[in-house]
């Protein structure tokens, strides 16, 4: 089996399960090749994945959990460090920043307003007939609901959202300068929004994260920067895919879309929890060996890069009953979507369950017929996976 990773094409309209299947089975650390890098392991099975993901002292975040570690050139951002990429007891510290306003508590609490702006995104849309399922439904959902958490508005946030796009999509795809742009977007936005929160602080993250501190540190600017960064990135495109990569599988899977219309109240849980394992929105997280260990038989050597595919992970035969079959009644579902659980485990999950649940649910009951109306085009990334661009017809 001829095996590629990383080539773009192998992420449209599906990850490549046929060779996840492959390295699951003959290959479970894999030693993949890697164009201007020295190479990297590709971890496959479910218990594999957890446990790299789980075990911080020997798979450290530091200095990327990309694969590639960038292009080596100084930057002004060295000296500070980003949430994703730190390890504990650091990234303890500066979680606990804002995990309180991630709880399940924290996240029920926005529930009404969630739903709210769930009916007002379709809404906008519902008289139409026709839009583009992705950017004008599903994207809206997560762009719009940051921006409130932040405290910045809904104009500059979907604005924020498109610089996200361009940020995961591939070298192929996207030219390093298209990129650079992007960040210095983000940059400018985000330095408005510090200067906003620190002479009007008010009661949203935003300000939560300007005035706040960690190791008796004050925040800086570029703190910010890399705390703004990194919640746009981390729940946008992910969110708005799983919302449009999972109403593909259902527009696939007749048979499952008429039972979840029979009963959305009861098996909405589950069908969220399904199409978590099966579109399975980030690819992957790298970690890089803090020492020589052994994995799936395999030494691996301190520095080498440890890349955790969680698609693959979530088809796990050991672990799924009938991996290949998209079931939105499955329980149980231990799928690692949102990781395997470790210290870096999705912050967002509570928070992106809402907003899936809303949006889907406004979908489901107020665009029953909604049909596909077109091609489906998909994201140009072997990193985050999902449709970029989802025509679709309903009755308005
Ligand atoms: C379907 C939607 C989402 C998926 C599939 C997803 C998936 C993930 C994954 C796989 C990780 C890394 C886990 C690890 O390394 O162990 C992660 C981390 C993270 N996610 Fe999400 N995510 C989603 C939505 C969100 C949302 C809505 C937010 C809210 C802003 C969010 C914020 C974060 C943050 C801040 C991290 C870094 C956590 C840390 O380093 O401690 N995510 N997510």
């Not at 492959?22 to 290959?27: F, I």
């Not at 009861?266 to 970690?287: C, F, H, K, N, Q």
């Not at 329980?331 to 967002?348: E, K």
């Amino acid at each position: 089996m001829e095996i590629d990773l990383l080539a773009v094409d192998g992420y449209r309209g599906t990850q490549p399960h046929d060779q996840f299947s492959w390295l699951r089975e003959h290959a479970p650390a894999y030693w993949h090749p890697e164009p201007n890098g020295p190479g990297f392991w590709a971890i496959t099975r479910h218990d594999d994945v957890r446990a790299v993901g789980r075990d911080h002292e020997t798979f450290s975040s530091h200095p990327s959990t990309m694969i590639s570690d960038g292009s080596g050139e100084p930057s002004p951002f060295d000296d500070h460090t980003m949430m994703l990429v730190a390890d504990p007891p650091l990234h303890t510290r500066m979680r606990r920043l804002v995990s309180r306003e991630f709880t399940p508590r924290a996240a029920n609490a926005l529930q009404p307003r969630i739903q709210q702006l769930a009916a007002v995104i379709v809404d906008r849309i519902a008289d139409r007939g026709e839009c583009d399922l992705v950017t004008d439904i599903a994207g809206e959902m997560p762009s719009l609901v940051i921006a409130e958490m932040l405290g910045i508005s809904h104009d500059e946030s979907r604005r924020l959202y498109h610089c996200t796009e361009t940020i995961h999509a591939s070298a192929e795809v996207v030219s390093s300068e298209e990129r650079r742009n992007a960040v210095t977007t983000m940059f400018m936005s985000s330095q408005a929004a510090y200067a906003d929160k620190l002479a009007h602080p008010a009661d949203d993250l935003g300000s939560l994260i300007a005035h706040g501190a960690v190791d008796g540190e004050a925040v800086d600017a570029i703190d910010f920067f890399l705390w703004f960064m990194l919640l746009v990135d981390a729940g946008g495109d992910t969110t708005r895919n799983l919302v449009g990569g999972g109403l593909h599988a259902l527009f696939e899977h007749p048979d499952q879309r008429g039972l979840l219309r029979s009963d959305i109240d009861g098996l909405l849980d589950s069908a969220i929890e399904e199409m978590l394992r099966w579109v399975s929105p980030v690819v992957y997280m790298r970690r890089t060996a803090t020492t020589d260990t052994e994995l799936a038989g395999h030494v691996i050597e301190a520095g080498d890069k440890v890349v955790m595919y969680y698609g693959a992970a979530n088809r796990d035969p050991a672990v799924f009953d009938a991996p290949e079959r998209f079931d939105i009644t499955r329980s149980p579902n231990p799928h690692v979507a949102f990781g395997g659980g470790g210290p870096h485990y999705c912050l967002g999950a509570n928070l992106a369950r809402l907003e899936i649940d809303a949006i889907l649910r406004e979908i489901l009951t107020r665009l029953p017929d909604l049909e596909s109306a077109g091609p489906v085009e998909w994201m140009g990334s072997n990193f985050i996976f999902g449709p970029s661009r989802m025509p679709v017809h309903f009755t308005p």
